[in-house]
């Protein structure tokens, strides 16, 4: 089992940076990932990391946000720079049922089966 609890969302302006955070019980060495959503659509994989460090990262958010983790604190993390307003959505970090990350983290939501309850960003223009 594995509880996962974001934090760190809010609402920013246009351009400036927000780090949201992610504390992980039953952590262990599983690929973690964050996902966002919008109100109609499935969720979209944005980065993923395994327990190596290694990321993936969507197209959509390759070059602006930045995933990491410490192992030893059960925490993982997204650094998130240049918001747009189409940033905007909630976000929710995740473990993988599997110990290796999927190369294409934008199609990898049906291998994490341990989800946070999201943590809202809101960026406007």
């Known amino acids: 089992q594995a509880h996962l609890t974001e934090s760190g969302g809010g609402s920013v302006q246009a351009g400036e940076s927000l780090r949201l955070s992610c504390v992980a019980t039953g952590y262990s060495t599983y690929c973690m990932g964050w996902f966002r959503q919008v109100p109609g659509k499935g969720r979209e994989g944005l980065a993923s990391i395994d327990w190596e460090g290694n990321p993936n990262y969507a197209d959509s958010v390759k070059g602006r946000f930045t995933i990491s983790k410490i192992n030893t604190e059960n925490k993982m993390y997204l650094q998130m720079n240049s918001l747009k307003p189409d940033d905007t959505a909630m976000y929710f970090c995740?473990?993988?049922?599997?110990?290796?990350?999927?190369?294409?983290?934008?199609?990898?939501?049906?291998?994490?089966?341990?989800w946070g309850q999201g943590t809202q960003v809101t960026v406007s223009s």
């Open positions: 995740a473990r993988s049922t599997y110990r290796r990350c999927r190369g294409d983290v934008a199609s990898a939501e049906p291998d994490f089966g341990y």
